[in-house]
């Protein structure tokens, strides 16, 4: 099936059109508080600053805009599926130039992929650990990616999550992690400048070799990295950025209000946090109880307090907010559940939890009174804030929560092995659609036993039903049978509660219109916000120009 862009080109005449009244010119100050800037471009590298890898030096093949599902030719023109849905194949954009003036072709496409293919620490988005069994070039300017089975979903990796690089620069290359990258080299609509560590500020200018030549509208990025939120904040406020990603609570108050006609900001509601139980444990094994203890919280509350009100409660589902219109099924409406500690509290007793005299609940497993740990990551003030609130919750019916901070890297080990009670959490990837947050959290391919590592299943969920529905959806490219299986997926969300949903990410986001307009916003989401996605920094920064 031939995909066809029409609204990119409607988009793209309509940019035309209104060419006119673009005014072209200036810099744009942007300010992060992240890791250590240093001379070093390698965007497989930890140490090379997320902001530069979205879109600014490197870009993907298509841009897909996850806040709408909807997608925009970017390094490639088009794509088809062939073979009965078992090989894609892209075409290339003929006018592509790296930004030392070589020409961009297919061979930079497949030296990409098949180096991660090599180096399995690279593939993130694990495209080799699933579907994809090749990836050749059919001619200078088009790719066919072969697949080992029917798997419609991998196009939004294969398209949209991975920097495309230079095959001339890396392909003598031995530790590409480890590789110290300062050239630079790139599609991107900016090259770099200059950098100096010292002062944490790293200046791009824009790529006179760039393929849309019309864009960007700006000259040149100033990116300054704050060592602290407060930091940040404070220049933002100073007017001293265009741009800032730093969580403000009250951001309407403190940053909006001072100066309404200039100070902007926007903080959409992304992927939802669950609170992950370990289904290996008991009383997590049971459904009904899974089911009382996400009646029992109060999710409302959380949102409103924990995430400062930018964000409301998850539905149970477990859908992304911009989905469920589309895809939330009207026959589920009646399974679907909010806020009810006397229902959860008559639900625990149907299932054989009863209080003691001391108004503990027991577990009929094992005599004792139910409690156990909630696992946060220290230093995430909303998520323990968010914890502290279960534990509240939960008390009132007689079960013990006991919230547990640790590092990041202890959490993302616990995460993995499965030795864990609970803990908050999300699916690392969103995707056009339900199906790539139910993926990574319902397959039973990506679990593993306690104890050995799972690639994103940590609840340790198995079920034939799920893994069936999956597995059917990306046969299809049906829209009416995907969303049946999106259905069964949602129907178990809301009545077998594998996961808790509790509330959407905000990504609150800063803007300044004193100088420049054309920031993405609730009425105008020509792309999500946060600076470390791909490939909006390198999006928003085309699309802003003088005011």
Not at 341 to 354: D, S, T, V
Not at 457 to 469: L, Q
Request: charged share 20%.
């Amino acid at each position: 099936m031939k995909k066809i862009i029409i609204i990119a080109m409607l988009v793209f005449f309509i940019s035309i059109l209104s060419f006119s009244a673009i005014k072209y010119g200036g810099e744009a100050t942007v300010g992060l508080t992240t890791i250590q800037v240093q001379n070093n471009f390698n965007p497989f590298s930890p140490n090379c600053q997320y902001f530069l890898k979205g879109g600014i030096l490197y870009e993907p093949l298509f841009f897909i805009n996850n806040m709408t599902g909807t997608e925009e030719p970017w390094l490639a023109t088009s794509y088809e599926w062939k073979n009965d849905n078992k090989e894609l194949v892209f075409k290339l954009r003929e006018n592509v130039k790296w930004s030392d003036g070589s020409d961009f072709t297919a061979d930079d496409v497949v030296f990409t992929f098949n180096l991660m293919k090599e180096k399995p620490a690279l593939d993130l988005s694990g495209i080799w650990n699933s579907s994809l069994e090749e990836v050749r070039a059919i001619d200078k300017y088009t790719v066919s990616f072969v697949l080992s089975e029917i798997d419609v979903p991998i196009y939004s990796d294969i398209a949209g999550t991975i920097a495309i690089i230079p095959k001339k620069y890396w392909e003598n290359i031995e530790d590409p992690i480890t590789y110290l990258y300062t050239e630079a080299v790139g599609t991107g609509p900016f090259v770099v400048e200059r950098i100096d560590e010292a002062a944490q500020i790293v200046v791009l200018k824009k790529n006179e070799l760039y393929w849309n030549s019309e864009k960007p509208y700006i000259d040149s990025i100033k990116l300054r990295i704050f060592q602290s939120n407060d930091a940040n904040n404070l220049a933002l406020l100073k007017g001293e950025l265009d741009w800032a990603s730093s969580f403000i609570p009250d951001v309407q108050k403190v940053y909006v209000s001072k100066n309404p006609e200039v100070n902007l900001a926007w903080a959409p509601s992304t992927t939802p946090v669950f609170m992950f139980l370990n289904l290996t444990k008991s009383p997590f094994d049971k459904a009904e109880f899974r089911k009382a203890l996400s009646m029992a919280i109060n999710k409302a509350k959380i949102a409103e307090v924990a995430e400062y009100g930018y964000t409301p409660a998850a539905h149970p589902s477990g859908m992304q907010m911009g989905f469920v219109e589309k895809w939330f099924d009207k026959s589920l409406e009646g399974l679907v559940y909010s806020y009810d500690p006397e229902q959860a509290a008559a639900l625990f007793e149907k299932a054989g939890f009863k209080k003691n005299s001391d108004g503990k609940l027991i577990n009929p497993d094992n005599g004792k009174p139910v409690s156990f740990d909630l696992m946060v990551v220290t230093g995430w003030t909303d998520w323990i804030t968010t914890a502290k609130f279960v534990s509240k919750d939960l008390k009132e019916l007689g079960i013990e929560v006991n919230v547990a901070p640790v590092s990041y890297g202890q959490y993302t080990q616990t995460l993995y092995t499965g030795v864990f009670d609970t803990a908050l959490g999300g699916p690392d990837k969103s995707g056009q659609n339900p199906y790539y947050a139910y993926n990574r959290i319902m397959n039973s391919a990506f679990t593993a036993p306690v104890g050995e590592q799972a690639l994103a299943n940590f609840i340790r969920w198995r079920n034939e039903d799920s893994d069936k529905a999956l597995n059917s959806f990306k046969k299809s490219t049906d829209f009416d049978a995907q969303k049946e299986y999106i259905t069964v997926l949602a129907r178990q969300m809301l009545t077998e509660v594998p996961s808790i949903p509790m509330f959407y990410t905000p990504v609150v986001e800063e803007y300044s219109a004193r100088r420049f307009i054309g920031w993405p916003s609730e009425e105008n989401p020509y792309c999500s916000a946060e600076p470390w996605a791909m490939p909006t920094p390198g999006v928003i920064m085309q699309n802003i120009h003088l005011k």
